[in-house]
């Protein structure tokens, strides 16, 4: 051996602890911009923490549920995950999402529910939702129930009234729902 092996080999060792520390930094660095591009809505910290279950990434509508009660008809859509934003219009005509076509609710007047976004299905397509499709409904102000979509994100409701609903819109967590108060009309008895 001559006496330039030494030291060439501690070059080489030298050179090989770079290459490692260099594949290291750039690890942490491309980890470090994967982390940065994703929303903060996807980070685990963002959703609510609830023992023993993992929240899903897009709200799930599983049930629509109704009650009549002294002062004030109540719409209750159930959802599994945080609710999402809603909202509440009048609407002419209620139509099923995608085809347009009329929902066959009797009716005068009508509200528009959408929640967006969510899902009514998981993601194997299976639907999770397992409330009413279209229902007559026999409360003082709420006459029926339908839901009219689940299409792209969007999931979709209908109600129908004899009189013009004057309503309130709410969330309540524990178990996460989205209410809707239809305050009954003077002169209207009570079911």
Same mark, same amino acid.
């Given at each position: %051996?001559?006496?330039?092996?030494?030291?060439?080999?501690?070059?080489?060792?030298? %050179?090989?602890?770079?290459?490692?520390?260099?594949?290291?930094?750039?690890?942490?660095?491309?980890? &470090? /911009?994967? +982390?940065?591009?994703?929303? &903060?809505?996807?980070?685990?910290?963002?959703?609510?923490?609830?023992?023993?279950?993992?929240?899903?990434?897009?709200?799930?509508?599983?049930?629509?549920?109704? /009650?009549?009660?002294?002062?004030?008809?109540?719409?209750?859509?159930?959802?599994?995950?945080?609710?999402?934003?809603?909202?509440?219009?009048?609407?002419?005509?209620?139509? !099923?999402? /995608?085809?347009?076509?009329?929902?066959?609710?009797?009716? $005068?007047?009508?509200?528009?529910?959408?929640?967006?976004?969510?899902?009514?299905?998981?993601?194997?397509?299976?639907?999770?939702?397992?409330?009413?499709?279209?229902?007559?409904?026999?409360?003082?102000?709420?006459?029926?129930?339908? %839901?009219? +979509?689940?299409?792209?994100?969007?999931?979709?409701?209908?109600?129908?009234?004899?009189?013009?609903?004057? !309503?309130? &819109?709410?969330?309540?967590?524990?178990?996460?729902?989205?209410?809707?108060?239809? $305050?009954?009309?003077? +002169?209207?008895?009570?079911?």
């Amino acid at each position: %051996m001559t006496p330039l092996s030494p030291y060439l080999e501690k070059l080489g060792d030298v %050179m090989l602890h770079r290459q490692r520390f260099a594949a290291f930094a750039a690890g942490i660095l491309l980890t &470090a /911009g994967i +982390g940065a591009t994703i929303p &903060a809505s996807a980070s685990p910290s963002a959703a609510p923490a609830s023992p023993g279950a993992a929240q899903p990434a897009t709200a799930l509508v599983t049930n629509a549920r109704w /009650g009549g009660h002294a002062s004030f008809d109540r719409l209750v859509i159930d959802v599994k995950g945080t609710v999402p934003p809603v909202t509440v219009k009048p609407v002419k005509v209620l139509t !099923y999402d /995608g085809s347009g076509n009329k929902v066959p609710l009797a009716g $005068r007047y009508f509200l528009e529910i959408k929640l967006s976004p969510a899902a009514a299905h998981d993601d194997s397509g299976r639907s999770v939702y397992q409330g009413p499709r279209l229902l007559k409904v026999w409360l003082p102000t709420l006459k029926g129930v339908a %839901m009219t +979509g689940d299409f792209e994100g969007v999931v979709t409701f209908g109600a129908a009234f004899d009189t013009k609903p004057v !309503y309130k &819109a709410y969330t309540l967590h524990g178990p996460e729902r989205f209410v809707l108060d239809i $305050r009954h009309h003077p +002169g209207v008895c009570p079911a």
